[in-house]
């Protein structure tokens, strides 16, 4: 008897280990409704200056502060125009390093903020957008990463030898703001918390500063500034076109969908990590991501999206694409709304997605 009690201890200890272990991943089922998403009934503009406070509450961004002067660190002439080094001050609680390109020779028609991608790549930032300077030691890095994403192309020097202004910087854990290890995305997240803010907040905050920032500059014409990225990056253009007052256009390249297909078992929003940039406590209980790019209407929106991205379910682009477009048409500013599905194309920037950005960019500050 006593060896069975003792077998049994035993069995029953193994078991409780392998359920715990299992329900440790809890299953996460996507909301049917949201209580903030746009109805046919709302009020345009009273929609979303509430949804846009809710979506600034759930920033938690660090409390406003006095901070020092933004810095010229160092200069690189390319020809048509200049690069710059700066360190810019975000908040109270961190800075980066930004490239900007300036051209020197023509009228500048716009400002351009690039918002670089995650790809799960830390050892640069802003590089992934513009050429590094000529001694940089990451120069091998960053052009191995536009051959493969963006085309064999520096997007930034691309707008910048066609007279737009450019602003690059590093986000928290990419280039000289880190480099981490992706298993320490986590504890980034975790310390951030820890003391009252959040990752995704945090980093929407500072694009948000560098958008005041762009539009503090005296060669900058007023109201003529927009915001590009891919993947990550792309979540942050929608975003800080949908957040700030001082980004009238946006375009965003692969990353848009609704909770519904993101949220599917063994996602990548589901499995923390990178995650954590694009996850804001408490958003999702009021908002979809169609209502939160909703936030950006009547401005100038472009979205692509890759029929093959294995990343952003079609089904769900197209869903969103849907939602989209009511809330554009309520502003009366359907026309400032191009989105598109890529039949052909996986997660990327293309040369070919990339040519008709600058057109519809061309057009954009034309008009305004």
């Known amino acids: 008897m006593a060896i069975m009690i003792r077998l049994c201890g035993i069995l029953w200890l193994a078991f409780s280990c392998f359920f715990s272990e299992a329900a440790v991943i809890l299953p996460v089922t996507p909301a049917v409704a949201y209580a903030g998403s746009w109805q046919e009934q709302s009020l345009p503009a009273q929609w979303q200056q509430q949804q846009r406070q809710f979506y600034l509450d759930a920033l938690l961004a660090p409390a406003t502060a006095t901070l020092a ?20 001050p975000l908040s109270k609680i961190s800075h980066s390093k930004a490239l900007l390109l300036t051209p020197k020779h023509q009228p500048i028609k716009a400002a351009v903020l690039l918002l670089h991608d995650h790809g799960a790549y830390f050892v640069i930032g802003k590089e992934k957008m513009i050429r590094p300077f000529a001694d940089s030691p990451v120069q091998k890095q960053a052009k191995d990463w536009v051959n493969k994403y963006y085309g064999g192309q520096f997007i930034g020097d691309e707008l910048a030898a066609q007279g737009y202004l450019v602003l690059a ?97 063994d996602a990548n929003l589901t499995k923390g ?55 554009w048409r309520a502003f009366g500013a359907e026309s400032a709304l191009r989105t598109e599905i890529w039949t052909e194309a996986r997660h990327e920037f293309n040369q070919q997605q990339q040519q008709q950005v600058w057109l519809w960019l061309e057009q954009w500050q034309a008009m305004h």
């Not at 933004?70 to 002439?77: F, K, N, P, S, Y």
């Not at 000289?176 to 009252?196: D, F, H, M, V, W």
């Not at 990178?274 to 804001?280: A, D, E, I, N």
């Open 273 to 327: 990590q990178s995650s954590f940039y694009m996850l804001h406590p408490g958003l999702a209980r009021q908002l979809d991501i169609p209502d939160q790019v909703s936030l950006a209407a009547p401005k100038a929106l472009y979205l692509i999206n890759g029929g093959q991205d294995p990343l952003m379910p079609v089904q769900g682009v197209i869903q969103g694409q849907h939602q989209l477009k009511k809330v």
């Open 169 to 265: 910087a590093d986000t928290s854990g990419f280039g000289e703001r880190g480099p981490i290890q992706y298993e320490q995305q986590q504890q980034l997240a975790a310390n951030l918390i820890a003391t009252g803010h959040s990752l995704a907040g945090l980093s929407a905050y500072e694009d948000m500063q560098l958008a005041k920032f762009l539009a503090q500059r005296p060669q900058v014409p007023a109201g003529k500034i927009a915001a590009i990225g891919f993947s990550m990056g792309a979540y942050r253009a929608w975003q800080v076109a949908a957040l700030s007052e001082h980004i009238q256009a946006a375009a965003a390249i692969c990353w848009f969908n609704t909770y519904q297909q993101l949220l599917q078992p």
């Open 69 to 88: 002067p933004a810095a010229l660190l160092r200069q690189e002439d390319r020809g048509s125009y200049k690069a710059e080094l700066w360190q810019i």
